[in-house]
Nanobody, 122 residues
């Protein structure tokens, strides 16, 4: 089992920045892929970004590429999502996710955090 706890959401004006954090605990944390999904009101959850634990391999949704950066601190078992140039359409609940497979993580991650709200005002 892997437990994920997010923090760092909040309210920000368009053009501003926020950094989300996700602390992971449990078995085999060093072998999992971690990432972020989000769900806006009335929409389905969508993939945002992912990073492998043992390498620096990252991947982003086109909608956030160039604005968001995912990173991780292995010593703290924590993954971060730095969000810059935020837009009102980035408003959503952001979920930290994890999976043993980098492929599965894109569609059906095995582990989910409870989510943190990000609201971007215009």
């Amino acid at each position: 089992q892997v437990q994920l706890v997010e923090s760092g959401g909040g309210l920000v004006q368009a053009g501003g920045s926020l950094r989300l954090s996700c602390a992971a605990s449990g078995r085999a944390v060093s072998t999992i892929v971690m990432g972020w999904f989000r769900q806006a009101p009335g929409k389905e959850r969508e993939f945002v970004a992912r990073i492998t634990w043992s390498t620096h391999d990252t991947y982003y949704a086109n909608s956030v590429k160039g604005r968001f950066t995912i990173s991780r601190d292995n010593a703290k078992n924590t993954v971060y999502l730095q969000m810059n140039s935020l837009k009102p359409e980035d408003t959503a609940v952001y979920y930290c996710v994890a999976d043993r497979s980098p492929v599965s993580l894109f569609t059906t991650p095995e582990y989910w955090g409870l989510g943190t709200q990000v609201t971007v005002s215009s």
